[in-house]
């Protein structure tokens, strides 16, 4: 079973600043990784998958790269809006298995 | 522009049977390009996914969930239902209907999300 981690548990930033999460998985996982914003009480949305492929609507601030273990995403410039929880996800072809990252929190600092 | 609703009791006692619908709105559940499937979150926790299952009927579940759930799909209500059996207070959770695109196995639809807990 593939692990995903994410580093830092929490990053502190300040507004206007970049911001650098990182997802890392316990064996190649290939580009099937994936990165999805959640706000408080509110669903995930996608922002990237394929590694580096912004999804529909998302913001040129946001960007993603990486391949195999080790995953980047970047927010160039922290907008308000942008202090919440990101995840990372990975699909795993067999055993079908979609498996999550626990999460980075963006705070203000 | 497809939509997701999920709908279902909002509290289940322990060691009864959890049941949820997701209702699908402007869009195909027929198709071969999606995985539906089901996340949870426990409050304050990540991200848990539960199961899917395709246009045909073929479900897979997360194993640690395996023995407890099943998943299944009406087409002609356009519905994806859950059922877990056997509850516990640790399947308390905002429960999450969401659409996987095939291939790419990335989640670019998701419910709002019903709260469930599990008390007696």
């Known amino acids: 079973e593939i692990v995903m981690t994410q580093s830092p548990a929490t990053l502190s930033v300040s507004p206007g600043e970049r911001a650098t999460l990182s997802c890392r998985a316990s064996?190649?996982?290939?580009?099937?990784l994936a990165w999805y914003q959640q706000k408080p009480g509110q669903a995930p949305r996608l922002l990237i998958y394929g590694a580096s492929t912004r999804a529909t609507g998302i913001p040129a601030r946001f960007s993603g790269s990486g391949s195999g273990t080790e995953f980047t995403l970047t927010i160039s410039s922290l907008q308000s809006e942008d202090f919440v929880v990101y995840y990372c996800?990975?699909?795993?072809?067999?055993?079908?298995?979609?498996?999550f990252g626990p999460g980075t929190n963006v705070d203000i600092k | 522009q497809a939509q997701l609703q999920e709908s279902g009791p909002g509290l289940v006692k322990p060691s009864q049977t959890l049941s949820l619908t997701c209702t699908v709105s402007g869009g195909s559940i027929s198709s071969g390009d999606y995985y539906w499937s089901w996340i949870r979150q426990s409050p304050g926790k990540g991200l848990e996914w539960i199961g899917y299952i395709f246009y045909s009927g073929n479900a897979y579940y997360n194993p640690s969930l395996k023995t407890r759930v099943t998943i299944f799909l009406d087409t002609s209500k356009k519905q994806i239902s859950l059922r877990l059996s056997s509850v516990t207070a640790a399947d308390t959770a905002v429960y999450y209907c969401a659409r996987a695109q095939s291939p790419g196995y990335y989640f670019d639809l998701w419910g709002r999300g019903t709260l469930v807990t599990v008390s007696s």
């Open positions: 064996q190649s996982v290939s580009r099937n």
């Open positions: 996800q990975h699909y795993n072809n067999w055993p079908p298995l979609f498996t």
